[in-house]
C-alpha cells in the first residue's frame, strides 16, 4: 500500500477469513447472468432528479480496499461532487460472494446508476458483464487488458477505464538486487490459478533475465501449499520475490515465518506483507490510486471524457518500505544509502 502515506493508511490488518473470500473470488474470471439482486445489500441512499447516483462495488471488506474508495470518494469531494449534495452514493461489498457481485451489478443497472467504481479485478469484470453502457472506472485490477475488460490500456474502447495496482516491478528487483548484491538465484513464489499473479510473473522473470538473475519459480493453490513451496526453494535460492497475490496474502503470517526461520529475504508485491513480516518492497498506495480513480470519475460526471477514450494510468511508486525488525532476525544490515531514503517498519 504505502510509503509516506497519511494516517488513515498506517495500519493494515488482513485476516484470513476476508483474503479467503477474496482468493476465491479471484480466481472466477466469468460471472453468468441473471440471479435475484435481493442480496445485496441496501443504498446508502437513493438518487433524486437533482443528484446524480454513483454506485461502488467492493469485492470484500478489506482495509486496502477500503481505503482506494476513501481516496475515490475524496477527490469526488474535492471536485464538488459530494456525497448527500450532488450526488447520491450506493457503496455495495460482495464480502467475497460472486453471485452477490453479480447481483450488485443487476441493481446498478435498474437503478440506472449514472457511473460505477469498481474494486478489485472480479469485481471490475462482474460490472462490465452487468452493463456495457453505464460508465466504469475500477481500480485494484493489475492488468484491465489480461481482465479482458478493456481492448487496451492505451485506449480501452469499452465503458471501462481506471487505475491499475500493479507495482514497479523492476524497481522490486533492483531493491532485492541492493539488498543482496551477491544474489545469482531469486525464487518465485505465486498462485498459478491468477491470472494477474501470473502476468506479474512474467513481467518479474523478463526483468531477472536483462539482469542475469535466474528463477525458479514454485507455485500454491491455498494458504496450506506456503510452508512447503517455501522449504522447497530454501538453499536453492538467495531471496524471495511474489506479486500481489491473493493467496499469499492471506498466508502472510506463515510465508514471513518460513522465510524468516531459512533467513531468505522476502521481496513481495504489496506493501501489507511488508506489515505481516516480509521485509521490503516498493508499492503502490492504494488512497492514491482512489484519488487518481476519482479524477477521472469526476471527469466523466462532468463530461470532458468517456472512459472509452481515457487510458488506463498507473502509479509511480518509487519509495521503498523496509522492516528493520526483519533485517534483524535474519541477519541481514540494510545499505545505509538504501535506509537514508526509506520509510521503515521497526517491529
Known amino acids: 500500500m504505502t510509503h509516506d502515506f497519511p494516517s488513515s493508511l498506517a495500519s493494515f490488518s488482513f485476516t484470513r477469513r476476508r483474503f479467503a473470500a477474496l482468493c476465491c473470488a479471484a480466481l472466477v474470471t466469468g460471472f453468468t447472468a441473471g440471479c435475484d439482486k435481493s442480496s445485496a445489500p441496501a443504498a446508502t441512499g437513493t438518487a433524486t432528479a437533482d443528484k446524480i447516483s454513483v454506485g461502488i462495488c467492493e469485492l470484500v471488506e478489506h482495509e486496502a480496499l477500503d481505503l482506494s474508495v476513501k481516496g475515490f470518494l475524496d477527490e469526488l469531494a474535492a471536485r464538488g461532487f459530494k456525497d448527500g449534495e450532488k450526488i447520491v452514493v450506493d457503496r455495495q461489498n460482495a464480502q467475497g460472494d460472486q453471485a452477490t457481485l ?31 453502457d453505464i460508465p466504469i472506472v475500477a481500480t485494484a485490477v493489475t ?58 510473473v512474467e513481467i518479474f522473470k523478463k526483468a531477472a533475465a536483462a539482469k542475469g538473475v535466474e528463477v525458479i519459480e514454485a507455485t500454491v493453490s491455498s494458504v496450506n501449499d506456503i510452508q512447503q513451496a517455501v522449504s522447497s526453494l530454501t538453499g536453492k535460492v538467495q531471496g524471495l520475490w511474489f506479486p500481489t497475490d491473493n493467496v499469499l496474502a492471506a498466508g502472510t503470517s506463515i510465508l514471513a515465518k518460513a522465510a524468516k526461520d531459512a533467513k531468505i529475504p522476502t521481496i513481495p508485491g504489496d506493501e501489507a506483507l511488508i506489515r505481516g513480516g516480509c521485509l521490503a518492497t516498493i508499492a503502490v498506495d492504494y488512497y492514491t490510486l482512489g484519488r487518481m480513480s476519482g479524477t477521472m470519475a469526476a471527469d466523466i460526471l462532468e463530461g470532458k471524457s468517456k472512459p472509452a477514450d481515457m487510458a488506463i494510468q498507473t502509479q509511480d511508486a518509487q519509495k521503498p518500505l523496509i ?5 534483524k532476525a535474519i541477519g541481514l544490515t540494510i545499505p545505509e544509502d538504501i535506509l537514508k531514503n526509506a520509510a521503515v517498519i521497526e517491529k
Open 102 to 132: 453479480q447481483n450488485i451489478g443487476s441493481r446498478f443497472l435498474s437503478e440506472k446508476t449514472k457511473l460505477i467504481f469498481a474494486v478489485s479485478t472480479p469485481a471490475t469484470q462482474a460490472m462490465a458483464r452487468a452493463t456495457r
Open 143 to 200: 492488468s484491465f487488458e489480461a481482465a479482458k475488460v478493456v481492448k487496451s490500456n492505451d485506449k480501452p474502447g469499452t465503458n471501462v477505464t481506471g487505475v491499475s495496482n500493479i507495482g514497479p516491478i523492476a524497481r522490486q528487483l533492483d531493491l532485492f538486487l541492493a539488498l543482496a548484491p551477491n544474489a545469482k538465484t531469486v525464487g518465485v513464489l505465486f498462485n498459478a490459478g491468477e491470472v494477474n499473479s501470473a502476468f506479474q
Open 323 to 327: 522492516n528493520l525488525a526483519t533485517a
